[in-house]
């Protein structure tokens, strides 16, 4: 005699839970492509710096493959350029009409770190270095003033 509180379904089978696959979405979440700043160890956050080649060659291979799945309906991205491109190559493979931009869905600003290389953090800006650092989820990262907070700024 079988269980019945155990669930011998196919987890890979939607229908087996109760509901058709069109009943639910899935969102698939990709992190940007390389840059520069990643390879040198330095810290963007809002900053917003270019992917660099091999960037656009993750952003290709992550493309080609989500091309592969049944329907990707829609690509979200955040205003920064390394994450705009990213989601743009996406877009281009996968036939998206548009890529949908939202500054909310940037990387958490980090304040006095931002721009420093990892490795010099902890000595330079000890300060923005722990709060980084904090498991504290509601840890606000030291800014020493306004012009570092301007997200426009190009690198």
Partial sequence: MTDPTID???PSDATGLGF???DYAEIIVVRHGETAWNVDGRIQGHLDVELNEVGRRQAAAVADRLSKETSISAVYSSDLKRAFE???IIESYCGVPKVVQDPDLRERHLGDLQGSV???AAELKPNAYEACISSRTDQEIPVSSFSSLKSGTKF
């Fill in 8 to 10: 011998n379904s196919d």
């Fill in 20 to 22: 058709e696959t069109s």
């Fill in 86 to 88: 990213t989601a743009h």
């Fill in 118 to 120: 990892l490795h010099e």
